[in-house]
């Protein structure tokens, strides 16, 4: 499958713990993009990376949560002392880049859905 | 930020009908992407135009940029359609996020 894929699919974790997610793009994309969906809403944005730069972060990416793609390859999204209020599906997307802007259709992964009990 | 609206929030339709989904944002986009996320969280691409209209198979997306508005259609619909539809608008302007709609839950009844 040369598809966008996200592991793990599920995490449950307590309260204060630290979960790490990761994701791996279509091969030659060198964008990745990080999403947040609550139940009943739409996706939010994150942060997203062209290579191995993170080039823009939402105000939603408080201190807690980090992320990084040190090879310009797969990408690492971390959230220390989890909380409950950050139980959602967590998704992950890659594109091109380019001038033209159609280049840069994003393709999903399945997500990581993360339940902090 | 942009602002998106997407109507109607829920729609049932019978099998065979066809179907409009409608979205409209307040600023300047370059381009804007439909997506289909079915239940248990996957999201596909379904279109992603800047201009004009765009056809596959049963669905059609047009966009109008000067007016801030887009629609997609189903023609001929099926149960197989029934999901949640989200627009989501793309600036280009040295910004690369997507901001989504909250979606049309369409169920496409037998």
């Known amino acids: 499958d040369t598809g966008v894929s996200q592991d793990p699919r599920h995490k449950i974790t307590k309260r204060g713990q630290n979960v790490t997610f990761r994701c791996d793009p279509i091969s030659e994309h060198n964008r990745l993009y990080w999403y947040r969906q609550t139940l009943g809403q739409g996706p939010e944005f994150l942060t997203y990376f062209q290579n191995e730069a993170q080039l823009e972060k939402s105000r939603l990416l408080s201190d807690r949560f980090s992320a990084e793609r040190p090879k310009g390859s797969f990408s690492t999204l971390e959230i220390q002392r989890t909380e409950q209020g950050d139980s959602a599906m967590y998704l992950c997307?890659?594109?091109?880049?380019?001038?033209?802007?159609?280049?840069?259709?994003?393709?999903f992964g399945p997500g990581t859905r993360l339940t902090v009990l | 930020k942009n602002e998106v609206e997407q109507s109607p929030q829920n729609l049932t339709a019978q099998e065979g009908e066809f179907i409009t989904i409608n979205c409209s944002y307040s600023v300047g986009i370059s381009a804007l992407h439909w997506l289909q996320q079915h239940p248990g969280g996957g999201i596909v691409s379904l279109f992603m135009l800047s201009s004009g209209k765009k056809k596959h198979g049963r669905l059609i997306a047009t966009i109008n940029i000067q007016e801030k508005h887009s629609s997609l259609h189903i023609t001929a619909s099926h149960p197989r359609d029934s999901a949640v539809y989200i627009c989501?608008?793309?600036?280009?302007?040295?910004?690369?996020?997507?901001?989504f709609g909250k979606g049309t839950k369409l169920s496409v009844i037998p």
């Open positions: 997307a890659s594109s091109l880049s380019g001038g033209v802007p159609l280049y840069n259709e994003q393709f």
């Open positions: 989501a608008p793309y600036s280009g302007a040295g910004s690369y996020q997507l901001t």
